[in-house]
């Protein structure tokens, strides 16, 4: 890439600052992921529109991991992005509205340049095909309170589906021990916002034949939700079954594997939808 084109490419696109973020850290944005060197600071040259940032914590010799923390973003042309890592609680936190400003500043004026990582363009594509109904909107209906979703905040997920197998329930113990971080005690982490999916159909005055077959062919549930739930934006069930489906590919989130399993089993159970569109 020539020097011009790549200025262009600075100075339009989005950046992501990542401050004293320790060495090792594993860090990634939508299918890209880095483990974090001494000099790290960011990533460049990010294409504008929605991202999935993700990190996951280090031992000091980086063979051990901790559950992976997750956040959405819809960025603009040339915004910068900003955060801080927290030693005491091992995550990335926001700066002040002060030192955001002061920070943008200086990621403009190229202070930063030869510490960011460029995004890499040839990747693009591929998260493109994963978020294209992603938007702004979709975000903010799901993202939690605070915006970060983590599997180690999720232990009440396995209250509401008993594991079966020995790996399930070795999960279910591992989160049921795990120490909530700080942060999330503060506001109560609720989880992502996600659209309730009924698994059996049950109707009062609808009996036998008319109710198994509701059940066989769930085109009048998937209408439904999408008139109820959705406004009767199609779109908008697109959204959200590409952002669980994101959040759990790559933040790893129990919670919306179930969600994404929950829309595509209501599609694969919709035959007269599928046959009339």
């Known amino acids: 890439m020539d020097p011009e084109k790549a200025l262009e490419l600075v100075k339009n696109g989005v950046t992501l600052l990542l401050l004293d973020v320790p060495q090792f850290t594993l860090v990634g944005i939508d299918t890209q992921i880095f483990s974090v060197g001494p000099v790290f600071k960011g990533i460049k040259m ?21 559950p992976i923390v997750g956040f959405f973003i819809d960025a603009c042309p040339s915004e910068v992005i900003s955060r801080k890592w927290d030693p005491h609680e091992e995550r990335l936190v926001k700066l002040s509205d002060e030192e955001e400003e002061r920070y943008a500043q200086a990621v403009k004026s190229l202070e930063f340049d030869r510490q960011l990582g460029p995004y890499t363009l040839s990747q693009y594509g591929e998260w493109k095909l994963l978020s294209n109904y992603l938007t702004r909107n979709v975000i903010e209906r799901l993202e939690p309170i605070g915006g970060e979703i983590t599997v180690a905040c999720e232990s009440g997920t396995i209250e509401k589906f008993p594991p079966k197998t020995t790996m399930e329930k070795a999960l279910a113990d591992q989160l049921r021990n795990s120490k909530i971080p700080t942060s999330v005690e503060k506001y109560q982490w609720k989880g992502c916002y996600y659209t309730s999916i009924p698994r059996v159909i049950k109707r009062k005055g609808i009996h036998g034949e008319q109710l198994t077959s509701m059940n066989l062919d769930k085109t009048e549930l998937l209408e439904s939700i999408i008139l109820k739930d959705y406004g009767a934006n199609e779109d908008l069930l ?13 933040g790893q989130s129990l919670e919306a594997f179930l969600q994404w399993k929950s829309l595509v089993s209501l599609l694969f159970g919709c035959t007269e939808a599928v046959s009339t569109n």
């Open 46 to 66: 990010i294409p504008p529109g929605p991202h999935f940032i993700y990190y996951s914590s280090s031992n000091r010799v980086g063979n051990e991991f901790a």
């Open 238 to 250: 697109l959204g959200e079954l590409q952002f669980a489906f994101v959040a759990f590919l790559m």
